[in-house]
């Protein structure tokens, strides 16, 4: 017994300098980010991820755990999408995290909502969400302004409607299927309902 308490003793009292040992997460580098955009990613995203053809997303600010996360499931065929899984065949680890902390070092330009008749019903799913269909406020996830959770949700102030708009008609269909919570959400969503609060998302900041 007390050869057995000296051995568990040793173990805890080893295992903080195990700890102090692990190697630290690589720092991206933003330079080699920078160069695999540029030189791919630029004809789809613009060079600094910004305001692009409304058909992609709006990459700058967006939060690099995100963006990587993101990567990694095209690349893995968890999220579809021909053009993004070729590119992202490509792409190690250490590529995704250098070329996805590029983008979110980028400055997003403010953007705005375009259907004025649609605001008001925008601005109810995003705040107070939709009870009689059990739909909740997108900005329990995505916070009042847009600007998302680090790691776990996207930045969607500012993104463009259409986009927006189209990944929830992806999740609505299971086009979209990498993420379970949301494609029970847009489930449950008309098509006007999903155009408005994609819109009104559009101009927050």
């Given amino acids: 017994m007390k050869h057995v308490l000296t051995l568990l003793?040793?173990?805890l009292l080893a295992t903080p300098a195990l700890a102090e040992q692990a190697p630290a997460a690589p720092k991206?580098?933003?330079?080699?980010?920078?160069?695999?955009?540029?030189?791919?990613?630029?004809?789809?995203h613009a060079v600094d991820g910004s305001r692009g053809s409304p058909v992609n997303p709006i990459l700058a600010g967006?939060?690099?755990?995100?963006?990587?996360?993101?990567?990694?499931?095209?690349k893995a065929g968890k999220r579809q999408n021909a053009v993004m899984q070729g590119f992202a065949a490509t792409l190690s680890e250490e590529d995704m995290r250098n070329v996805?902390?590029?983008?979110?070092?980028?400055?997003?330009?403010?953007?705005?909502?375009?259907?004025k008749d649609s605001?008001?019903?925008?601005?109810?799913?995003?705040?107070?969400?939709?009870?009689?269909?059990?739909?909740?406020?997108?900005?329990?996830?995505?916070?009042?302004t847009g600007a998302g959770i680090p790691s776990q949700y996207p930045r969607i102030g500012g993104q463009h409607a259409e986009y927006t708009e189209a990944q929830?008609?992806?999740?609505?269909?299971?086009?979209?299927?990498?993420?379970?919570?949301?494609?029970?959400?847009?489930?449950?969503?008309?098509?006007?309902?999903?155009?408005?609060?994609?819109?009104?998302?559009?101009?927050?900041r």
């Fill in 62 to 74: 967006q939060h690099p755990e995100y963006l990587a996360k993101q990567l990694a499931e095209f």
């Fill in 100 to 115: 996805s902390a590029f983008y979110a070092a980028k400055q997003a330009k403010p953007g705005f909502a375009k259907n």
């Fill in 28 to 44: 991206p580098d933003l330079k080699k980010g920078e160069a695999i955009a540029t030189g791919v990613c630029v004809a789809c």
């Fill in 168 to 204: 929830l008609i992806g999740f609505r269909s299971g086009a979209r299927a990498n993420n379970a919570q949301m494609t029970a959400i847009a489930a449950r969503m008309s098509d006007a309902e999903i155009k408005a609060v994609a819109d009104y998302a559009a101009g927050l």
């Fill in 119 to 144: 605001v008001a019903l925008g601005a109810k799913i995003w705040r107070g969400g939709l009870a009689d269909k059990s739909v909740p406020a997108c900005a329990g996830c995505h916070s009042p």
């Fill in 9 to 11: 003793l040793a173990t």
